[in-house]
């Protein structure tokens, strides 16, 4: 290995470190950490069988099986692997829960072992680090090494959502991926040099790398100056066209790997058939959309709603649908007592392929799919209303919603019982996995109420004050069911999970209930010019899920057992104004400021984080926090500054590159000489002049220079008509001094004619 194959190396190893770490900082789950050595494995493999003699599909399928050695190693070491058994069992057992994932995948069910997320990722990892090492030493493709590492730790940032600076990771990767570049393409220029006799100066290296960083800094800096690519509309018009199927996959890996948290930060909004009770999840208050709406309703924007749980995610087992026009009011839809028509203006700001509509949905301004449920008088129960061609941000819609205004005392006197066997099998199935304990409690709450709303209520009052609300809940653990493990196991949840265990435990009682999800009400800004409506502010920490029962004649009700949520009294009859419990705040902004010491500690808070997250990049992060220090206290007209050093160094790099365009491979002496003669042209000088009236005319504009000018000149034309066929070396080093001494005089010499000179005239 040569000593600028070790250097590769050494980038090699923190580019793909940045990405690994950057994957790692996540935590989308636990026990991940170990997946960074087969990185690093891998790496060294990729290394060794690179300079190996073997051929290409011998290295390959040696590099497997030692990256299969890897990953069991690191799987038999999880977490979730017993680790009182011997190595033998702890294999065994990991080709169980592999096995058991596989035939998840395959029946399309739900799978939450971690360990192979572990596998997986260890897998990934392995094959990053084999294969920059192939294609850097063996093929010299180096773009096959920054593709697949790039649009990992892209797609990381993409779908993280956490209060990480994952922006670092990116900029190393960035500054490892240039150099990388430089370097590569450095060694290449220097094999065809080597193989020519072209003498290369000892600097080249380190002057040409240096060039290339300041240029990839420079688009670093342009990147966050320019819009934003995934802002634009043909960017978000290509996502949110690729949001249904998208939608439906997504889905399917969530079923699979249940336990990843969830941070819920895609540009598009869309509603698959199906979600999975996942893990902790972390949403941010972006903004979503803002609703026109008149004021006194307790508002749900609901998107779609499922029937079928399974124990572990839920599905919505009806496929009817049909297209609905826009503003069509002559499908019939259910007439159910006590609904008020409420019409809502929506303004978009992030894609959605559904309408967004409060209560029972009736219509919209847009043309859309209805997924529906026949009702018995045949009319057209709409459970979601989707759009052939996803909005985008900025889209505009008016939809129309039968909000419920039944009180208590209208549905205490509904016999829930008298529904059709269709309702019956659909809204009161409870999969066989949910245990008779949950049943039995269900009872308990309920035993001494008559009517089913009073049952329904109890059920939720119980789960508001019993169960307390925590969004970092970890996903049950195989083969436990979701509502018994809040209830018996953890006794917290969130919305998802408060929603499903009052559905189960309403249905074990005989009360039909669904599932639906889209916003909770949001921010309402009741300074509107019409006094009657509110603009109300919805965001994705908005997102939630509640239950819904069925009252037969009323139709589908609402009901909050989400103790992070305000309670939702039926009693009352004033407006509700959109206030966030103040024992769970939702919005994001301090109710008193904070002084200056609570802030300086968050920031250290932060940057100790920062510098854990980086793992072995931990010096990396020290040094950008030394710079973020330095800057926090400079001067404002540091940037600026900065900004001018950038400018002259892009000159001074223009310069160069202008110099020795085209000539680049010419032997020293010409070189040197037609850079002198490139000079002469800027100065204004004539191509027309013999060598040495060009050297006279060049020697009155810098007299500074005239002898490395004669000198050079004198070899130029010693070699050129003197029937010198090669040159020795010290006539090669005469030739480069020259032209370093009359570089910087005729430097001076076109800032003081061509440009000194112009502006005099002027």
């Known amino acids: ?82 680790q009182a058994l011997g190595w033998r069992e702890r294999v065994f057992a990991l080709a169980g829960k592999v096995l058991e994932w596989i035939r998840a995948a395959a029946t399309n069910g739900t799978s939450r072992e971690t360990v192979i997320f572990a596998l997986l990722l260890s897998a990934l990892f392995w094959m ?79 002057t040409f790398t240096v060039a290339a960083l300041l240029i990839g800094g420079m688009a670093l800096m342009a990147g966050r100056i320019v819009p934003d690519m995934a802002s634009s509309p043909q960017a978000i018009d290509f996502f949110t066209a690729a949001s249904g199927p998208y939608g439906e996959f997504l889905a399917r890996f969530n079923r699979l790997f249940s336990n990843l948290k969830n941070y819920n930060v895609r540009p598009t909004d869309y509603y698959a058939s199906s979600f999975t009770l996942g893990g902790p999840r972390n949403l941010p208050p972006e903004p979503v959309m803002e609703i ?38 002559n499908i019939k839809v259910p007439d159910y007592l006590e609904r008020t028509p409420v019409r ?12 967004y509509v409060p209560g029972q949905p009736l219509r919209s301004s847009v043309p859309t799919q209805a997924r529906f449920r026949r009702a018995e008088d045949d009319s057209l129960d709409f459970l979601q209303l989707k759009v052939p061609v996803p909005l985008l941000p900025g889209n505009r819609y008016d939809a129309v919603g039968a909000m419920s205004t039944a009180r208590d005392v209208d549905l205490r006197g509904v016999n829930t019982g008298s529904l059709p066997r269709e309702m019956q099998q ?52 195989p083969g436990v069911e979701a509502s018994d493990y809040i209830l018996f196991t953890t006794r917290r949840a969130y919305c998802n999970y408060y929603a499903t265990a009052m559905i189960m435990m309403l249905r074990s009682v005989g009360i039909p209930a669904r599932m639906s999800t889209g916003y ?6 009741q300074d509107t010019p019409d006094q009657d409506f509110g603009k109300y502010r919805i965001r994705v920490s908005d997102s939630h899920t509640w239950p819904e029962v069925f009252f037969p004649g009323y139709g589908w009700v609402e009901f909050e057992p989400t103790a992070g949520q305000p309670e939702l009294d039926r009693a009352a009859a004033e407006a509700y104004t959109g206030e966030p419990n103040p024992d769970f705040p939702d919005n994001g902004v301090p109710s008193t400021p904070k002084d200056r010491d609570t ?120 070699e050129r008509f003197g029937g010198k066929t090669r040159t020795d070396i010290r006539t090669e080093m005469d030739a480069e001094n020259a032209w370093k001494r009359t570089r910087g005089q005729l430097r001076a010499a076109w800032l003081r004619v061509r440009v000194l000179g112009r502006m005099k005239r002027r």
């Open 1 to 82: 290995m040569k000593r600028n194959d070790l250097l590769t190396l050494v980038i090699l190893f923190f580019l793909l470190a940045a990405v690994t770490n950057s994957v790692l900082a996540a935590e989308w789950m636990s026990g991940l950490n170990a997946s960074f050595w087969a990185m690093v494995f891998g790496l060294l493999a990729g290394t060794a069988l690179a300079f190996s003699s073997f051929s290409g599909w011998t290295a390959h399928i040696t590099s497997g099986i030692y990256g299969l050695f890897t990953i069991i190693l690191i799987g038999a070491t999880h977490p979730t692997v017993d």
């Open 128 to 206: 990053l680090g084999y294969f920059a090492a192939w294609y850097s030493f063996r093929t010299r493709r180096i773009w096959h090494v920054l593709l697949p590492a790039g649009v990992t730790i892209m797609s990381n940032l993409f779908y993280y959502g956490g209060s990480r600076d994952m922006n670092l990771y990116l900029v190393i990767f960035a500054v490892c991926a240039l150099t990388l570049l430089a370097h590569s393409h450095l060694s290449d220029r220097e094999d065809v040099w080597l193989r020519d006799r072209v003498r290369v100066g000892r600097g080249l290296r380190v």
């Open 292 to 329: 026109d709406a008149p004021i006194g309703f307790r508002y749900y924007w609901r998107a779609t709603s499922f029937d079928y749980y399974d124990g572990a995610s839920w599905t919505s087992s009806f496929t009817n649908t049909r297209e609905v026009p826009a503003n069509d009011q």
């Open 344 to 355: 809502i203006s929506v303004a978009l700001l992030r894609g959605s392929d559904s309408v």
């Open 426 to 477: 659909r809204y009161l199935e409870v999969p066989a996995n949910v245990p008779e304990r949950v049943r039995r409690t269900a009872i308990g709450i309920t035993q001494p109420y008559t009517n089913s709303y009073d049952k329904a209520k109890a059920i939720e009052t119980w789960l508001r004050t019993n169960i307390t609300y925590d969004d970092q809940l970890e996903a049950p653990p």
């Open 520 to 525: 909770a009400i949001g921010m309402v800004d």
């Open 599 to 718: 802030l300086d500690d968050e920031l250290e808070s932060l940057r100790t984080a920062r510098r854990e997250g980086f793992g072995v990049l931990a010096p990396v992060a020290d040094l950008i926090t030394g710079f973020e220090d330095f800057f926090a206290s400079a001067s404002p007209s540091i940037p600026y500054a900065l900004a001018l050093i950038a400018l002259v160094l892009l000159i001074w790099l223009a310069l160069r590159i202008a110099e020795t365009r085209g000539i680049a491979n010419l032997p020293p002496v010409r070189k040197a000489y037609y850079m002198l003669s490139r000079w002469a042209t800027w100065l204004g000088i004539g191509g027309e002049n013999t060598p040495y009236e060009q050297a006279d005319q060049l020697i009155a504009r810098a007299p500074a220079a005239a002898q490395p000018v004669r000198d050079l000149t004198t070899l130029y034309v010693e």
